[in-house]
């Protein structure tokens, strides 16, 4: 992660979305640490929607499994057509335990940006947010770019 200072993040606005709270606070102290201006917190899908029609977001890191709404749930309804939320076409980051490919598939399907496998490293994590933020070549395969399905 040497490259850390290579691109400012300071403009964009996150939100992480888990039911968690300590996981919420490590994400959110992380995304501060590479830079991103501004990050939000959410308990579950249904919060987030509601930050997400009141707030311009850039980036959502959203756990999978979460009561009340959960995390495909709340990507279904934010790309959903007539979504009130202020940007629909976010870069959304999904995170889950859970690597069978029937969700990984169901995931993209939904309309997810990315999909990152728990447990993971801060590099990983700043690798893929890499990858949805910065121009990609449209050559390559998602493996090659560090974004498998």
Known sequence: M???????????TALVVDDNVHMRR????????????TVH????GSDAYITMKSEYVD?????WV???LSGIDL???VRKSGSEVQNPT??????????????IAQAKEAGATAVLVKPFSTAALYERIMGLIEPQDTSKSYDELGNSW
Do not use: K
């Open 2 to 12: 040497d490259s850390l200072d290579r691109f400012d993040f300071s403009h964009l």
């Open 26 to 37: 490590l994400m959110r102290d992380i995304l501060h640490v590479f830079g991103i201006g």
């Open 41 to 44: 917190e959410a308990a579950d």
């Open 59 to 63: 980036l959502v890191l959203c756990d």
């Open 66 to 68: 979460m009561q009340n």
């Open 75 to 77: 990507l279904r309804e």
């Open 90 to 103: 976010v870069a959304f980051l999904m995170m889950t335990a859970h690597s069978d490919e029937w969700r």
